[in-house]
């Protein structure tokens, strides 16, 4: 078991009686094996029960453990100790969105973004059941795979200053979902969810800094995603003037 | 009594605590250098129109060791900002497939990169073929 000892800080904040988060560290024994998540889960069982912080499944595909890990987004369960041995580990709320208690962030602000891309196929026709399936090719699976990959684990908006200067940016993770629905050959809702990526808080809020997808556990590439979006945005707009006047849409 | 008090951390410094972002700040800082050169070029485009003295003392003005210092500080900023540039190239683009397969980032920035020297060297052999 045990056989090393490591530093593990973390940055605290209860309401009720902080004033500002402030550091508290303690001393984790630790194996090989174990992950940063690991270590605050001794922490909770047996160095202080106080400790608040999110996890479920333990392997990377829920998103709900996303912290800040020596100052780099990262899911705590695929982050390993050892790899940060014999420095210290610095752990603290994700960047970007309001400290609710500890490690614990305030995600309103992202649940009500996800809703308003509406994430789910919508037809661009009625179906009915004796339609059969939908068939989709290869090349079409390939258009929009990769970004139904996400966990909406939300380190790449930890990851993008432009929605911590500007929290109205719908931000990287739901655009990249976005996207993912726009690039499905089943759905119809493309000139819906446009609205919202040419909007005041949609794409042109972002610079390009390319962070989001450096730290996106699943490989989505939302950066991606977004400027394919500009170039997309900006051909609608000019296909206005090219348009019949009186033609609609 | 609501105990919910969520915490805002303030912004401010945000690009000094990473080095990506530092990184990102030098990109942008060097594309003014790319604006400041262009703006020498169209200085010397004004020049030409005006006639041969004014085009003369543009050139004359190019070739003060002061003006030298700032054509190899804005070769470095340049090759700096054009690597950067490239390397974010893949990450802006739709996917590029060729004969079913997708393109590798690596390739995109590859013959981004590729396509600036072989245009700088060009540049170079025209004006070197102009100017003997
Ligand atoms: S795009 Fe990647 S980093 Fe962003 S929420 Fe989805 S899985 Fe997480
Ligand atoms: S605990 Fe589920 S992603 Fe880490």
């Known amino acids: ?249 | 009594m609501n105990k919910r008090r969520p915490y805002v951390r303030p912004m401010t410094g945000w690009w000094r605590k990473n080095p990506f972002f530092i990184e990102y700040m030098i990109h942008e800082g060097t594309a003014l250098f790319v604006a400041a050169y262009a703006l020498v070029l169209l200085a010397g485009l004004v020049c030409l129109a005006q006639g041969e003295a004014a085009w003369n003392g543009w050139l004359g003005a190019l070739r003060h060791p002061l003006a030298i210092l700032f054509h190899l500080v804005t070769l470095a900023m340049l090759s700096y900002h054009s690597w950067t540039w490239f390397k974010i190239m893949p990450k802006t683009m739709p996917p590029v497939v060729l004969g079913g397969r997708r393109l590798p980032a690596a390739a995109i920035t590859g013959g981004g990169l590729a396509a600036v020297a072989l245009a700088s060297i060009a540049a170079l052999g025209l004006v070197w073929g102009m100017t003997r």
């Open chain 1, 1 to 249: 078991m045990a056989d090393k000892t490591i530093t593990v800080e973390v940055l605290r904040y209860r309401p009720e009686q902080d004033p500002a988060p402030e550091f508290q560290r303690y001393q984790v024994p630790f194996s090989d094996d174990m992950s940063v998540l690991q270590a605050l889960l001794y922490i909770k069982d047996e160095l202080d029960e106080t400790l608040s912080f999110r996890w479920s499944c333990r392997m990377a595909i829920c998103g709900s453990c996303g912290m800040m890990i020596n100052g780099d987004p990262k899911l705590s369960c695929k982050t390993f100790l050892r790899d940060i041995h014999p420095a210290t580990v610095r752990v603290e709320a994700l960047n970007h969105f309001p400290i609710e208690r500890d490690l614990v962030v305030v995600m309103d602000d992202f649940i009500d973004k996800l809703e308003r891309i509406q994430p789910y196929i919508i037809p661009a026709e009625p179906r009915s059941l004796d339609q059969g399936a939908y068939l989709q090719t290869p090349a079409q699976l390939d258009k929009y795979e990769q970004f139904s990959s996400c966990i909406n684990c939300l380190l790449c908006y930890a990851a993008c200053p432009q929605y911590g200067l500007n929290p109205t940016f719908i931000g990287p993770g739901a655009l990249a979902l976005l996207h993912r629905y726009n690039a499905d050959s089943r759905d119809g809702a493309s000139a819906q969810r446009m609205e919202l990526v040419a909007a005041e808080e949609g794409v042109f809020n972002c610079t390009a800094v390319g962070y989001c997808s450096e730290v996106c556990p699943k490989h989505v590439d939302p950066a991606n995603a977004v400027n394919q979006n500009k170039t997309t945005a900006a051909a609608d707009y000019f296909a206005r003037f090219l348009k019949p006047k009186g033609s609609g849409k």
